[in-house]
Every structure is written in structure tokens, then in C-alpha cells.
């Protein structure tokens, strides 16, 4: 058979080369790198995105008030380079792969991800308190005999205090002389 | 000729300027363009070598310093309608560039964008989004400037 019967046979059963992108959906791995994306459940307010992010593209501050954090995405300075990903402790940024991101000029700043992570209440003196997930506590204090339950509702200050009485009463001093 | 244009299928013809680029998005506008596995042609889309003669010009890059004077003076030369991609997260918002000492971007500090694609470099596929954004844009700007131009002439024969 002469060879070029050979190559159309086969370029026949092949089929087109192009893909049929806008008229179909096209194929996206799994893992491809398309969307930050924050699951606020999960956010400790540690800052480590924002401050390996080589766009700025992650904006993290306290609201006025003190009630909460306010976390923002710009996906239009983002990267894609999965730094957040990599080093968020808690596993709550993860990248997506939805990539449809052309939008018009007017759609310039809405482009973005905004989250409110509302603070806790300390249990002891009602300070404001970044919420520490149930996951993260339970490893933090995973070899402590500690009832990390209640542990976890205390400001800084208060669980200071707690462990002073905690330590006192158990080497037989007054807990609280004062 | 009003029947024959409003019949036809518009073609916009595409250019390309690099402000600035690291060649990543450049990259991902050839991929788009010239392999047959993305094939832009298919959609009336063609990329012409000089910007008198292009509708659609994409722009990557976060306008530095250097070549800010040379992207201005290629842009006017397009001719209207025009539609401006911004190609990439650097002209878009300055990307990982944003604040260096030559980096003059973003980009619609000095040029008006219509489209953005952001990514670092984006898809080919979010690239042609993009391009079947600009087109719809770009007829809706041209029957316009047509509904205006009829104006004028009902105007100025009444």
C-alpha cells in the first residue's frame, strides 16, 4: 500500500486535531490552577498567605469594630502559583480549577473573593479572639490532659491566668492571693 | 452596501503588543493562534502584522517604563473602533511587578481596556474566551458607530 493511503487512512480515524473549545466544554485537568478559593470555616487569621504572596493579591484586616476580619481575593493580581496553598497551616485555601476569567473593564475590581471571619468572645474577659478551628486544637493539644474544649475560649491573657491557678492549685499555694 | 455588511460575518483582525512581557503571555497568544489544536481562525479571528490594519489588539505585560512611549504610539496607530485586551494579571493590575521602580502599569492609566484575561499566563482557552468577549464588543461598537453614522447623514439631509 502506498504510504500516503496509509497516513490518510489513519488521519481519518484520528479525526479532527482541533480542539471544540467554544462550542464545547473544554478539558480541564483536576489539578489545574485556576481559582484561589478560601474556606472561611477553616481560616486561623495567621496572615502566612498575605505575606507569601508575591502579587498582593490577599488582603487580611480587622474591621473597625473589632468583630471580625475581612479576608479578600483579587484574582487579577493573583499568580496562580499556589504559595497560599502550600503554606496555609490549616488547609483552608485551596486553588480550583475554574478558569473562566475573561470579564469586561467594568468587572475590573469585582473579580475578587470576600470573606468576613467573625471573631470569637473570650469565655474570661470577652477580648475579641481569632477562632481556632476544632481540627488545629485538637492537634495542638493532642498530648496534653487538658480539656482542650475549654481551652480554646480563652484569650491569651486569660489562658495565661487559668494556667497560674491551674499550677498553683496543683503545687498546694493559694490560687489566688490577691 | 448596507444590505452586504449587515448579511456578512465581521472578521476582526488581531495584533499583538508587548509591553513589557516576560514572554509568557506572548507565548499563550502564538499557542492560541498558530497551533491547530486552538485555532482562533475558526472563529473569523486573524493575526495581521501591522496595527493599521487590526481591530482587536492584545496587550501583555505591565507597561514599563522603557517601551511605555512605543505602546502608546502603536495603540493610536489602530485604527476605531478598536478593542483593547489586557492579557495576563501584569497589565491588568501590575501582577508581581506592581510597585517596581520602572513599571509604569497598570495599563489603563494611560489606554482605555475593554477586556481583561487574568492569569499568569492564562489559558488558551480563557485567551479565546476572552477574544469571543472582545468580538461581541467590537460589532456592538461597530453598529453603533454605524447607527451614528446614518444619524448624521438623516441629519444633515433634513
Known sequence: MPRFLKILVRNLLKGPATDPFPFQEAFTPDRLRGRVVLNPDLCLGCGICRHVCPGEAIRLEPDEGRTGYSFSI???TCAL?????????TGAITLNA???GAHPQTDK???AEHHFVPYLRCAGCGAPLRPLPPGIAARLYAHSPLDMTQV???CPDCRLTATAKREGERYGTTANPG | MGLFSSITVRSPWLYRINAGSCNGCDVELATTAFIPRF???RLGCKYCGSPR???IVFITGPLTLRVRDKVLRVWQEIPEPKITMAIGICPISGGVFRGGHSIEGPLDRYIPVDVNVPGCPPRPQAIMEGV???KQLWLARLEEGEAGKNKAAHAAIS
Open chain 1, 98 to 100: 475554574d478558569w473562566h
Open chain 1, 81 to 89: 502559583c499556589g504559595s497560599c496553598r502550600h503554606f496555609c497551616p
Open chain 2, 39 to 41: 485555532d482562533v481562525e
Open chain 1, 152 to 154: 480554646v475560649k480563652l
Open chain 1, 109 to 111: 475590581y469585582r473579580h
Open chain 2, 53 to 55: 490594519h487590526a481591530d
Open chain 1, 74 to 76: 483579587w484574582h487579577n
Open chain 2, 132 to 134: 469571543l468577549l472582545a
